[in-house]
């Protein structure tokens, strides 16, 4: 925005016709003779984001609180970018939206060929992000960087080197989450986005369902050893299962927190989130649209609300959950983490029903189909 001069007002300006400055793809020219107020806005915050990033790499200030900062920075910048694109935003234009987006798929685009010129395989790239991996040995991503900054005159960072990452294909209701993955860094921490893990109306012990498969991984130090340890990891949850068949969970681990969207009165489906509403409601508790409801699910297919869920505020610490819908959801984390391995919801369902009925088990869950090339 601030390179190119985006802004409501020096979009398709009247004193300009000649510019140089035009939106790829789109016939949009920009102004070159006045600075846009966008552009006058956000160049003292890149600026100061910019000092913050690199006074977190100096040891003369607090890294953390450096951070903190420059990600707050961050936070405001991409407000401003998202309010561009806001309907009835009071000075918005919509021009100005697809020009950034115009601006960045260009940019993007360019970075691709700048690495694949100087031997770079592409595995992935979104928005602002580029995966790369080196033909060579003795890459310099470093000079990756330089390079692609030279070429597209937006500066560059490099935020790290990988020793695996997995990307996970895109759920199928899940539109706007195309930014699904994990992975390893050198120095041994961990990567990751778009999963349940990362989501605060996941119950804990669902959560520990992901951090014990990812332990797991994390073993691995390269890709080869990964593809080992994959069937380890997906054998994790055997002891998830286990907790939950023989009830050796706090109920506490077991909440489903949902934010409402709309009165109890307006459900359409007898979902979770509808019974647990109606006991609510039972309790005198109304609950407005944008408030959460918590509960454990005692059962699941029972047509009557009342024995479907137990809300938190209800929960005496005797009731009985919902033992095959806790698996199932255990089967669900694991599955988002392991699906490109070929490890399914059904099949990982089924192990786990085997344990519940103590059927005859075998040494380790298998994959259904062992699909390649999905970890790098
Ligand atoms: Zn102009």
Known sequence: MVKYNISPETMLCDCCYDSHINVPQL????CYRNIGLLPEVLKPIIFRRFCFKAMAKNKKHDPAICKEIQQAWKWVLIVCFGYTGYRNARFGRIECHESITAFARDILLDAVKV???VGYKVLHGIIDSLWVKANKKNSDPF????????????KVDV?????WIVFLPNKQFDVGALNRYYGLF????????????????????LRDVQ???????????????????????ANTILDSGKRVIDSMNELNKLVFKNRISRYVTEYKVNNLVKSALL?????????????YVQYIVTNEHSRNYKNRVCVVESITGDEKIDVDYYLRQIAKCAESLLIPFGYTLENLKNYLLKLKYKEKMYGSILPRVRIKQTCF
């Open 159 to 163: 935020e790290g080197r990988y020793k």
């Open 115 to 117: 690495s694949e010129q």
């Open 279 to 291: 006991q609510l409601r039972d309790l005198g508790i109304q609950v407005e649209p944008g408030q």
């Open 186 to 205: 050198n120095d041994g921490k961990l990567k990751v986005r778009g999963i349940e893990l990362r989501q605060r109306n996941t119950p804990d012990f």
């Open 143 to 154: 000079k990756l960087s330089r390079m692609i900054s030279k070429k597209t005159g937006i």
């Open 27 to 30: 016939d949009y020219h920009i």
């Open 211 to 233: 951090r014990n498969i990812l332990n797991v991984l994390k073993e691995a130090n390269n890709t080869k050893e990964f593809y080992d340890l994959v069937s380890v990891a």
